[in-house]
């Protein structure tokens, strides 16, 4: 099976194997090694001199974490969205009794920085800033550098980061941006089963975890860094996924983090140039289209559910349709983590052999 | 390695083996197939006629889970404590601001039915009693279904019970006995690595939800039994664990739960029996003994840290001391799961050996 979802992505045989390895005490001396040994990596991927700390939940759970350890009820948080996982991050704050403002935008376009200023400069009360760093939903990339050069440089606010399926994919510099928590998750980038979450904690974090009244506790950061002193979880974690992150981490860290990037946004293009050679239309603009989703526009007439079956039975393909109000309009294609072009060329042949029996007719195949 | 702690257990090969399948569509037909019979297996277990919810979370988020999809902020609640996991499951609901009263009983020792009954007949503002069904800390088991009959039949109270190291090792009729919420986790009784938690939830713990005030989004039970309709979870889940966990539940019911339960009563009176023949001290009263870790007193004048480590590097034999108050002074047996007698002859036959030369006298070797 081709599984090209936006996540869980195939992971490659050796690191599924170190699943099955057997379990070990999460208090003994070869898990504290070995939370050390992936801790250090974890900061090199963040690109961060804090801790990142290991959650035993989804990425959904590491959001959740984002907004308890800094935030108090009543706090006044602009929440970004060009999708549905900026909703659903504007939710939880809203859940936890923050004061939201939402800046929402068209959906296959990125966050606009002019309307973000102006937003701001408005409303000095504002706390906090949440950002989806990538929209797995439309398909599209926010310039989180540039979001950051606003949030941080011009109006000194904390800057919270959905970072679920950019980290470990995309360019990101967590401390030279300035980015104060980042919250990713194992089946995206790094090559892994879904069931652990990562998330960064800048010192300004800290501060605002101080005065933060959210009530939490199994997502409370302040344990999981009092029993990282001792080389422990607070709670017993996904040992198997530790074990796979291991050898995962080894291989990011080997494979280098610039050749990864690079690698990623070239298979990234691949596919994008291939439906626009079909004749296909991108759901996202060519200037914001992320290197890890391709989202495509279903030509009028085509069923979407018909075109995904026929994928799936017919050449093992298994693609993802749009969220909420894009269900049935888009086509999505993920391509994280250690995707070939081959995996995507094969999607491609699928689409151009499937359309046209569905009566796709392109517009660059010429009438003569 | 001899893992001999009360969680994470040493998890049979094949179930093992399943942690290694490659990854599925967690919106697919494969995946809702699965979570179907998976369910359909967990209310076997539980002995209930309401659905089971699956969390990607350690035991700790389900307990979290527990109060807060059914309690508000000021709510009077009842802790009981035999333990530091009593101890946690209060912290949380005052940490969600519930008002809560604990009602701690000596370590070792089990909830005194009695005390409990004057204690809810005190104070009728009462809405809920939280009450640990198997205490690992110190190795004791409550009488949950007496504790039940007082809490529900003569009281009518809201039973949330931490059931992580209970459930599918020792009795539990959760329809029956009108518990309205339990957790449990993976890494126990299930036979299963840890990373996945469950949570039955009556129809009582429903209408509670209806009016509960506490936030919760990524534990909030209505979005996993909205999701579950369509057969998919919330959130992305850890498929590997429900790939190792279908497998885990098959076995389990095809041994059924009687024998299960009668094979662990069994196994838990043999450690006992055997540390009793040393000469060695149990922590917990025999009458409330639990049947899933056995816990001994150290004896005078031996340290526990190097009693730990001698186990540990000269017989490959992973044991736990106690916690908090009980650090260095009990060290605590596991035999969770697929126990053999064996493996703890192995380990009484290590400290038969090891005692004697770190000092210990037994009291029952009689002097010539």
Chains 1, 2 share one sequence.
């Not at 045989?13 to 099955?20: F, K, Q, R, Y």
């Not at 009820?73 to 859940?95: N, Q």
Request: aromatic letters at 8%.
């Amino acid at each position: 099976m081709n599984l090209r979802i936006p996540g869980p992505i195939p992971v490659p045989d050796d690191i599924l194997h170190e699943m099955s390895r057997p379990m070990i005490n999460h208090r003994g001396p070869e898990f504290k090694e070995m939370l050390y040994r992936v801790s250090g990596r974890l900061k090199q991927v963040f690109d961060t001199r804090e801790n990142i700390y290991i959650l035993t939940a989804s990425g959904t759970g590491a959001l959740e974490a984002a907004v308890v350890n800094t935030l108090s009820p009543g706090d006044k948080v602009l929440c970004t969205t060009i999708g549905s996982f900026g909703d659903r991050f504007a939710e939880i704050a809203e859940r936890f009794g923050a004061d939201i403002t939402t800046l929402g935008f068209p959906l296959g376009t990125a966050v606009d920085l002019e309307q973000l200023r102006s937003t701001l400069e408005a409303d000095d009360g504002i706390k906090a800033v949440l950002v989806t760093h990538n929209e797995t939903s439309t398909g599209v990339t926010n310039d989180l550098e540039s979001i950051a050069n606003v949030v941080k440089g011009q109006f000194d606010k904390l800057l919270l980061v959905d970072g679920i399926s950019s980290v470990c994919s995309i360019p990101l510099h967590t401390d030279a941006w300035r980015c104060d928590v980042i919250a990713t998750a194992s089946q995206k980038g790094w090559m892994l089963p879904p069931g652990l979450a990562f998330i960064s904690f800048s010192k300004r974090a800290w501060r605002a975890h101080a005065e933060a009244k959210m009530p939490r506790f199994y997502f409370d950061l302040a344990q999981y860094q009092h029993y990282f002193e001792i080389g422990q979880p607070p709670y017993t974690p996904s040992i198997s996924m530790m074990f796979a992150l291991d050898l995962a981490l080894e291989r990011i860290i080997d494979e280098g983090l610039a050749a990864l990037y690079e690698r990623q946004a070239r298979i990234g293009k691949f596919p994008r140039s291939g439906l626009l050679a079909q004749g296909l239309e991108l759901f996202a603009n060519e200037r914001v289209a992320s290197d890890t989703v391709t989202a495509f526009k279903i030509p009028n007439g085509i069923d979407s559910t018909e075109l995904i079956n026929i994928l799936q039975n017919e050449y093992q393909i298994v693609v993802a349709t749009g969220q909420e109000s894009l269900k049935g309009k888009i086509i999505r294609i993920g391509h994280m983590g250690h995707t070939t072009e081959a995996e995507i060329q094969d999607v491609l042949d699928a689409l151009a052999e499937t359309l046209p029996k569905m009566g796709f007719i392109s517009p660059t195949t010429s009438v003569v």
